[in-house]
């Protein structure tokens, strides 16, 4: 082991990145971070059937997304690529082999029927499934027979029998596991060749002198398996803290099966959401920073993580904080940070008809009422329509009453005297209007919102009608004051 801290995350490239697995990686890089130690990023890719770019593509963007870059890895033009197990798979048969050679491990030849056999019987006498240990026992002339049948061996590690594993774990405390919970002599190399992942993250993280190993709970039975091994190398086993999974309001697991895509990361970068938030809020979901401090950025959560302070408890994902979160990050973040995440989202639009100025400026009146960026291009419409659709409940009622006509006609005559650039100036001129037909509020404000947007409620009114501009806003009213 080296004494400068080193941790990872080490997500398989089967599906989108998950949210507890996005979690887990921030604590692993907010703690590296704070002891000045590596953050690396390792993909167990063995799994060549589910294993696919598009998803290690994900990983990497979603890491990248949410402000965690790796410290080390193969050099791709001044950026760094994940490590792969898939290009250690000789590396991993040699250490199994050693083992062998101790009497630690051993070939085992049970086919998949055999297998399945020992489980019905067990299943029949109502026992704990696991495997029996048969293959300890195998004479030359059983191997030689199983050799000319043609058997391909997987490479079992033998587990010793009524043993208590234990360990001191950062996050929860002393923990004990029998290894008669273990489920018999385990596999470590599939008939393929493939290391099984139990394995082959133990000659990872030797390799690669991980010192503290931050994973989910849900990982607490594979940690004894693994410290079995390490010990089996001769090698004393990394730090281990496990965190609290993530479930949701009704306290049920997060699962692709159960929540579909909210369980992915993704959902929430083409939604709209701003990865300072999702970091925020992933950050403490878990953890609880001094003083209870809730907003703080990536740079300010590197310097206050305490692995100490991670909850034991269950994470619980609430979308409404989340959607807390993002709301104070799109009203603080800077205008032209916001505006540029914001235009993808506004792309079915002719954005070419503003200015940047009146797009920033379109956003910074938007930006306050909406929980994501997804929202923007709906509330948005009326800015860039040429035509506004009337609720019929508007256009047959509101905007046919004589007073309402009498708003529209007074600031139509009125255009040519507004102060296009000054909000504040275009709707004192409205409220002039009002002072002389005599009307005030609703009656006064609800049929020029009704003619600009389509409804009676929304953004400031001076600066709609300054960003609308002078043509616009004509075409707009005299378009409802035609004769009925």
């Known amino acids: ?115 399945e056999a020992l489980r019905e019987e067990q299943k029949n006498r109502n026992e704990s499934q696991r495997y029996d240990n048969r293959g300890r026992h195998y004479s030359a002339e059983e191997v030689d027979k199983y050799v000319k049948e043609g058997r391909i061996p997987v490479i079992r590690f033998k587990v010793e029998d009524d043993r208590i594993v234990s360990w001191h774990d950062a996050i929860k405390g002393d923990i004990q596991i029998h290894t008669a919970d273990i489920g018999g002599d385990m596999v470590i190399v599939k008939s393929s060749g493939i290391a099984i992942y139990n394995f082959a993250v133990v000659v990872d993280d030797i390799d690669m002198k991980m010192t503290h190993v931050i994973r989910g709970e849900d990982h607490i039975h594979n940690t004894a398996k693994q410290i079995l091994i390490y010990e089996a190398l001769g090698v004393q086993h990394p730090i281990f803290a496990h965190v609290p999974l993530i479930v949701d309001t009704d306290r049920a697991k997060l699962s692709k099966r159960k929540h579909g895509e909210a369980v992915h990361i993704l959902k929430y970068r083409t939604d709209g959401y701003m990865p300072e938030a999702m970091m925020n809020y992933l950050a403490q979901m878990s953890w609880t920073p001094p003083g209870e401090k809730e907003i703080f950025s990536v740079e300010e959560g590197c310097a206050m993580f305490d692995l100490s302070k991670v909850s034991k408890s269950h994470a619980i994902f609430d979308i409404k904080k989340l959607n807390w979160f993002n ?119 609800w049929p020029v919102r009704a003619a600009l947007c389509g409804c009676t409620s929304g953004p400031d009114l001076g600066a709609t009608l300054s960003i609308l501009g002078e043509a616009r806003v004509r075409s707009r009213i005299e378009s409802l004051l035609q004769p009925c």
Request: net charge negative.
């Open 327 to 445: 709301a104070h990050y799109l009203k603080s973040l800077p205008l032209s940070v916001v505006t540029d995440r914001a235009l993808p989202f506004l792309s079915d639009y002719n954005l070419s008809q503003y200015s940047r100025e009146k797009l920033e400026a379109i956003v910074s009146l938007l930006r306050d009422g909406i929980d994501t960026l997804g929202e923007i291009k709906n509330v948005s419409a009326f800015f860039f329509n040429e035509k506004i659709e009337i609720p019929d409940e508007l256009g047959n009622d509101l905007l046919k009453k004589d007073s309402s006509r009498k708003v529209l006609s007074k600031v139509n005559e009125s255009l040519s005297q507004f102060p296009w650039d000054d909000a504040k100036g275009c709707k004192a001129i409205i409220d002039g209007i009002g002072k002389e037909l005599g009307l005030k509020g609703k009656d006064l404000y």
């Open 1 to 115: 082991m080296t004494s400068k801290v080193r941790a990872r995350i080490a997500p398989s490239p089967t599906g989108h990145l998950h949210l507890g697995t996005a979690r887990t990686a921030l604590y692993n890089f907010l703690f590296a971070r704070k002891e000045k130690g590596d953050f690396i990023l390792r993909l167990e890719d063995t799994d060549q059937v589910r294993s696919d770019e598009k998803y290690t593509d994900d990983i990497l963007d979603g890491l990248r997304w949410l402000g965690m870059n790796w410290d080390e890895g193969p050099d791709i033009g001044g950026a760094y690529a994940p490590y792969r197990q898939t290009e250690k798979t000789d590396h991993y048969e040699q250490v199994a082999h050693k083992l062998i050679s101790e009497g630690k491990a051993y070939f085992c030849y049970a086919t998949p029927e055999e297998l």
